[in-house]
């Protein structure tokens, strides 16, 4: 009898013990993890540990994630199904309506809309390098409590008026290399998203900064998109924001107090666009907390006198690979620009003559570093032409009347 009860009792511990091992082919890692990615399976595996926080099943060719499959997973978290074969119905309705379930990965699937069959808690979603193409009135209206939204690498040229006014907590939306012009967006697109602090438009076809976003973001991205004018007080609700990027694109013109209000802004980047405006005094109004200012590889002929004073915690300004001839002492007055620290002037078209001297003389005593004096190179007068200001000395640049 007892022999009985012991018999009994080691086949339910080995069957308790059987059902938390880690399924093959998969790999586990405790606590709570199992890999069963790129394993060739083509079905859910049906005995996932009980325990399992974070499943992987993508890179496989998984057709479809069935009603019960992953029902006994209560403490599951993160489901990435990256690379899996699904596509709109593949997910059957109740399948992922796990009680701790809030983090889905969907990339590199084949769906053409968000999918209506996400956990109701979802706040972390990725739908990357995806067949996105139009963004449903609809689509998120299942998932009010989204706070990451990837949905970077579609072909997303549509977005339906209202498509994110349910996403009231969404904080951060990466919406790069998609179709998106500025016909794509409906008016006031992010009215409703209050928590957002952050948006990367990065290369799309946008030609004009978005209108009316939320005053609490803190970081827009609108790098290789094709905007090629920032007009007057363009940004002067978005007083929050504190990084503002558009290098790799076609900006030619910057306005009069185009960046008017942001004062809090620190980063401000340019980096290989085709800025061509005299920058005046009144190009860079408001801009009094920007760190670094990326100017290079632009076609930048002409800075005012005073353009520059009102970046007065400005430690890095970076202006090499654009068209300067020459420059005004004024123009890097240490009593405005007193925190200025590194200045990059390289792979201009410098006019070495008796004007630019001073320059020339910072190099050696001024309070920043002049970076890389032996690419900068003289374009004229003809007795200096070519040569690098490393191998040229302040006497050296010399006007005819001298
Ligand atoms: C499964 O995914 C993890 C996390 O992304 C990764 O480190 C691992 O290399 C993948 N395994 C296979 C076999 O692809
Ligand atoms: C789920 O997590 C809770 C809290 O950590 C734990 O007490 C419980 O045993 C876990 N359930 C399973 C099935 O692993
Ligand atoms: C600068 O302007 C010239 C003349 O308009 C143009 O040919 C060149 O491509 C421009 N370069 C950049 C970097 O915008
Ligand atoms: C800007 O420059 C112009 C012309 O040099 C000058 O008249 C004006 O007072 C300057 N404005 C400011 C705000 O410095």
Redesign the pocket.
Known sequence: MFRQILVIGILWWAGAVTSQQCPSPC?CRPPGQV?C???GISEVPDNIPTDTRIL?I??NPIHEIKKDSLSKLINLTAL?ASGARLKEGSIEPGALDLPSLTDVDLSMTDYKTIPQTLPKNLDTFRMMQGNLQMLHSESFKLYPKIVYLDLSNNKISKIQPGTFDPLVSLTTLYIGFNQLSDESFPQNAFAKCQSILSIDFRFNQMQHPLQNLPTGIQHLCYVGNKIKTLSSYAFKSLTNLQTLAFWQGEVETIEDNAFYGLEKLTLLDFMQDHIRSTLTNQTFVGLSSVDTLYLDLNNISKIEVGALYPLRKMGSLWLQSNQLTSLQPGVLDTRYLTKLNTLFIDSNPWYCDCKLRWLRENVDNAPYVIQDPHLIVCQGPEKVAGKAWDELKPSDFVCPEE
Request: charge should be negative; charged fraction near 20%; hydrophobic fraction near 10%.
């Open positions: 790999y890999f990615n790129g394993t992987y993508g890179d990435d």
